[in-house]
């Protein structure tokens, strides 16, 4: 009951008539055959600002193996995958939702990790503790942060 | 879609890596030379040309502390493992000496472990060789497989085949534990799915975040590292090594990390023992 009335004031608050958006699940994201993902996760538009945050926090922590220049003040930035600058330049949108999500099918092989999938891995741990994971497990970044670093993606165009 | 063939230049960007392992050499004490670049042993020869101790790839004050036994604060762990060396424990009032004489006499044995040991129908670390001497020759209890005491022993022994060269064999009965050990090196672990080969084969001299990746040798262990200021066990590095890619890790003394030190042990086959070593 509770939880209904939540879900009633909540697609209030986002804007009464429009439908609650809607998260496409792990399982379910539309890849095309090259790898990329013509809509959003959240169907909420991401924000580049938070975007940005995440690249350097939590399960996202891009930098540990990509620069971007724009973040250079951070200090230490990994090397092992490509400098982002451009990145905007040399991919549409489509394909950087797909590259976030999971980047294994674009590159396969690729050490990058797959931020946006549920299963398929080899002795699962409990975050960092060493621990085995229990019950289901979350992807590594949710829906809207997906899209949230997409979306600072979409902003790095070479200068 | 657009422009994928401009990705190309995206990862040409990337460049060669920022930080080479350095040029300098290793003589410890003003005496004992270190081999710490070799000729890849045959089995590693599609991979590396040259094997390359992790000593490499620190920087020139932390590699200058390994030089010097007074300013290595590994040789503590030496010194109080050659007490434990000379002391009588267990029912059978024996120590590691009355069998063995001097810690000296150990030399030459550190180079070859993990090795097959026919009687136990296994292949042994050394860390399992200790707590055999300890619980069947000594009536002693074992100690603990990756604990002080047992860091601090297998330090003692390896520091006195400093400068002779890693030679594990890996045909005959150790071949299967060989193969199980290369497995796992190669097997993606955890939820960000990372193998120890994507870490210490195809990216050692990149950084990941401030940490310049090296080839992951073993031939300098225990190592001291100044991040956590003791001596480490090798097993304990490979556990914290995958705890990291958000893996379920295995323990200590456990079959998995034990053919996985024999494995990478095999890759350092040719480089001077160097433990106790000096890293970060």
């Known amino acids: ?159 | 879609m657009k422009t994928r063939m401009l990705s190309l230049a995206g990862l040409l960007l990337a460049g060669p890596a920022l930080a080479d392992p350095d040029d300098d050499t290793l003589v410890i004490n003003g005496e004992i030379e270190i081999v710490t670049k070799a000729p890849a042993p045959a089995h590693l020869e599609d991979v590396f040309d040259t094997i390359i101790s992790g000593w490499h790839y620190r920087n020139d004050e932390t590699q200058a502390i390994e030089a010097d036994d007074f300013e290595n604060p590994g040789m503590l762990g030496v010194e109080a493992a050659r007490d434990d060396w000379f002391e009588v424990a267990g029912t059978g009032e024996e120590s590691c000496a009355s069998c063995h004489g001097e810690p000296e006499e150990m030399a030459g044995v550190r180079p070859v472990y993990p090795k097959w040991n026919e009687d136990a129908g296994e292949v042994r670390t050394l860390a399992m060789q200790v707590n055999d001497c300890r619980t069947s020759r000594m009536g002693a209890e074992p100690w603990k497989y990756a604990g002080d005491e047992m860091t601090d022993m297998v330090a003692l022994i390896s520091s006195v085949s400093r400068g002779m060269p890693v030679d594990v064999a890996i045909d005959g009965p150790a071949q299967s534990t060989w193969e199980a050990g290369r497995d796992i090196y190669y097997t993606r672990y955890g939820r960000l799915e990372l193998a120890c080969a994507n870490c210490h084969e195809d990216n050692n001299g990149s950084m990941i975040r401030a940490d310049h990746l090296s080839q992951g040798q073993i031939n300098g262990f225990p190592t001291y590292r100044l991040k956590n200021a003791k001596l480490n066990a090798v097993q304990s590095r490979f556990k914290g090594c995958i705890r990291d890619t958000m893996a379920e890790t295995f323990e200590p003394g456990s079959p998995e990390l034990v053919a996985l030190e024999l494995y990478v042990a095999s890759r350092g086959n040719g480089l001077s023992v160097e433990g106790p070593s000096v890293r970060n």
């Open chain 1, 1 to 159: 009951m509770k939880r209904i009335l939540t879900g009633i004031v909540l697609s209030l608050v986002l804007g009464g008539v429009a439908p609650a958006a809607e998260i496409v699940p792990p399982a379910d994201v539309p890849f095309d055959e090259y790898g990329s993902v013509e809509t959003s996760l959240s169907g909420t538009p991401g924000d580049p600002e938070n975007g940005r945050a995440l690249m350097n926090k939590g399960a996202g922590n891009c930098v540990a193996c990509h620069r971007v220049s724009e973040l250079e003040e951070l200090g230490f930035l990994g090397t092992i995958g490509p400098v982002l600058d451009g990145a905007a330049d040399r991919w549409t949108e489509a394909d950087l939702r797909g590259i976030v999500a999971d980047a294994k099918r674009i590159f396969p092989e690729t050490m990058m990790p797959s931020f946006y999938k549920t299963g398929g891995y080899v002795r699962p741990g409990d975050g960092f503790t060493g621990e085995a994971a229990e019950g289901e497990l979350a992807p590594l970044l949710t829906a809207q942060e997906v899209e949230d670093l997409v979306a600072y993606l979409m902003t790095l165009h070479e200068s």
